[in-house]
């Protein structure tokens, strides 16, 4: 089983248009070997050829550009993307179901309830897609594992999680379950397992499980502190308070490198959605030095992950 990461930031990217943080200055400038990321999504495939998109970055044509081994030439208009998997309405997992319009047979669109809500409503992509090429809407539970035609032999289980809606949806302060998941990816014919969570605000026993029955972890990278953005007078709001668990330890609980580790340390473990005002993303810097301290990784867009059990 592939996945290549199409884009490996949080929204806004980095550099973010309209920032002009060090981060973003330096990757605008392209000094200190801060790479430029587009937003949060990654691509899975068993055979190579067909290929899962899990979540549609606004970012997706240039993705796709950078990506040539997603356009198989089977006939005049094709695309590796088979589907595409939800793991939440969030602006930069969603926008980019908009640059799909031009397909030639309705988009399948693997979500959970509350997200198809949202996307039917508050932001009504799906109605808006029906104007084009349309949307085949797969309702996923919680819990419940599913598979994609035509890819046989690989099996999804979107797990519940501790996140947050997007602040466009009347879940924001009032949420349900579904709102938003994390993915365990298998492929049932050898074993291999990957854990997905772009957003992650907690822990619970059922995430340390599934991540630890994964091989390879991709998880929430968005803070390095839950701070951070209040810290750089750039928000108001802790990163717990946006859906997302820091690396470093807040309010007297773990942050992201303790969770991880607590896992084999056989797991492939990287860090994933991290926000251009994250100080890993500087090569230099003692966060960097640090979460590599630890043997995890830091995603960067191209990045390609084989797993295997
Ligand atoms: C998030 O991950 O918190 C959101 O994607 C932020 C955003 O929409 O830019
Ligand atoms: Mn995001
Ligand atoms: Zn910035």
Request: with cysteine; glycine share 10%.
């Amino acid at each position: 089983m592939l996945i290549k990461v199409l884009g490996s930031g949080a929204g806004g990217g980095l550099p973010q248009w309209n920032c002009n943080c060090a981060n973003c200055s330096r990757a605008r400038a392209g000094t200190d070997g801060l790479k430029p990321r587009t937003q949060s999504s990654i691509a899975v495939s068993q055979n190579g050829e067909d290929w899962v998109l899990v979540n549609a970055s606004p970012d997706l044509l240039a993705q796709l550009r950078a990506h040539p081994d997603l356009q198989p030439g089977r006939s005049l208009r094709d695309s590796g993307i088979t589907a595409v998997i939800l793991c939440d309405a969030q602006i930069d997992h969603v926008t980019g179901l908009l640059m799909l319009r031009e397909r030639t047979s309705p988009l399948p669109l693997y979500a959970t309830r509350p997200v198809l809500d949202d996307l039917s409503s508050a932001f009504p992509l799906i109605p808006l897609l029906g104007h084009y090429c349309g949307v085949e809407p797969h309702p996923i539970t919680p819990g419940e594992s599913f598979g994609i035609e035509p890819l046989t032999g690989m099996r999804f289980t979107p797990i519940a999680i501790e996140s947050a809606a997007p602040p466009y949806s009347p879940h924001r302060n009032a949420p349900v379950a579904g709102d938003n998941i994390a993915l365990l990816i298998e492929s049932v014919a050898t074993g291999a397992r990957a854990f997905y969570a772009p957003g992650l605000m907690h822990a619970s026993d059922t995430i340390v499980t599934a991540m630890g029955a994964a091989q390879v972890v991709l998880v929430d990278g968005t803070f390095w502190t839950d701070t951070e953005m209040i810290d750089l007078g750039l928000s108001r709001k802790r990163g717990t308070e946006m859906g997302h668990l820091a690396q470093c330890p807040a309010n007297d609980r773990p942050g992201t490198i303790a969770l991880l580790d607590g896992l084999p340390s056989t797991t492939r473990k990287v860090l994933i959605h991290i926000n251009n005002t994250n100080p890993i993303l500087d090569p230099a810097s003692d966060a960097h030095a640090i979460v590599r301290e630890h043997g995890i990784e830091i995603a960067e867009d191209g990045m390609e992950l084989q797993v295997q059990p």
